[in-house]
């Protein structure tokens, strides 16, 4: 019996991690980023009230040449990847702290997915 309940808690987490960062749609993420394109352009060089996302993935927080940042974001040490990407876009405030955005954040895990498979595309 303990057998069959370590399987099941292994399957379990092994299925959350999963789903945590599933690949999303691209087109469903260009979509959804719409609500980012009043702050944020994904042209390169274009900086609007935010940082432009252009190569956003892989790329240190805080690296946007002649953007003014945030000391926390500046200092955060953050390279964004689907984790960190996943973290900032569902409450950039509480994921971290002294951070400008003022967006709220996305709270379905499926926008955030889909955003980020978009984001990846624009480099």
Known sequence: ????NLALVITAFTALATASFAEGDPEK????????????AVDDGKNKVGPHLFG???REAGAVEGFKYSKALKEAGIVWNSETLNGYLE???????????????????SQRDDVIAYLKQQK
């Open 1 to 4: 019996m303990k057998v069959f």
């Open 29 to 40: 993420g260009k979509k959804t980023f719409r609500k980012c394109k009043s702050c944020h």
């Open 56 to 58: 956003i993935y892989g």
């Open 91 to 109: 409450n950039p405030k509480k994921y971290l702290k002294g951070t400008k955005m003022s967006f709220a954040g996305l709270k379905k895990q």
